[in-house]
């Protein structure tokens, strides 16, 4: 999956993506019967379209709000990866929400405990570089709030909501060159700084994070620049 991230980081200019089918702009919803029995939709084992974005995107990241819409945001590899927009499961119908102020894909998003939505990091591929920005959106108000930035950028690396609502980042590289590391950082949603954390035992990115029942953060795989984890 490395090499797959890093053909397609070198190989953007030549190959034409959208017109392969890597950027899309429909959606599918896995359920024959959602409105009437939710507790069964996915026993059902149907697809049908659930609607199309307004924008074509490839990596975006996907939040299940708390008022059960669906926000999608970055994730293109052109000029549109800092727009954002809603899901309306109720309708089938996506609308545009307000731009990020970075253009991000391969980057983290994390529902924090009040509501706002954090993103962190990701790599822009329209000018090739990687970014440690953050930002919230605001639910109600359908835009977003430039915040501290991570100590160092990161693109593929993961997120978790600690049970104090903080959140850890951890992992990822610095796109398109860099090697993947081992540090971690911690997000204060009350103080909404960063701040070092301690650094994992080997460098990964495309991780998975896990949070425990007794709060620990279980981190899984990836790669370390050689070989898969």
């Not at 819409?69 to 609308?95: C, M």
């Not at 009040?114 to 822009?124: E, I, R, S, W």
Request: charge should be negative; glycine fraction near 10%.
């Amino acid at each position: 999956m490395a090499g797959a991230i890093e053909k397609r980081v070198g190989a953007r200019a030549s190959r034409p993506w959208r017109r392969l089918g890597w950027a899309v702009a429909t959606a599918v919803l896995l359920t024959s019967g959602l409105a009437a029995r939710p507790a069964l939709a996915a026993r059902d084992g149907r697809w049908v379209i659930a609607g199309g974005m307004v924008i074509h995107r490839s990596v975006p990241t996907a939040t299940l709000l708390p008022d059960g819409r669906v926000l999608i945001a970055g994730g293109d590899f052109g000029l549109d990866a800092d727009t954002a927009e809603v899901y309306e499961p109720a309708s089938r119908t996506f609308s545009q929400t307000g731009k990020m102020a970075n253009r991000r894909s391969l980057f983290t998003d994390t529902l924090l405990p009040d509501g706002t939505v954090l993103v962190a990091g990701g790599y822009d591929f329209f000018s090739e570089t990687t970014t440690k920005t953050a930002e919230l959106y605001d639910i109600e108000e359908g835009n977003w709030t430039v915040v501290d930035s991570m100590g160092e950028a990161r693109a593929s690396h993961v997120s978790a909501l600690l049970p104090d609502g903080a959140v850890l980042v951890a992992g990822g590289r610095k796109l398109p060159n860099g090697s993947p590391t081992e540090t971690a950082e911690v997000y204060d949603p009350t103080s909404q700084r960063w701040a070092y954390t301690a650094s994992m035992s080997s460098p990964r990115d495309q991780q998975t994070a896990t949070v425990l029942p007794d709060g620990r953060v279980l981190v899984v795989g990836g790669f370390d620049g050689e070989e898969v984890l």
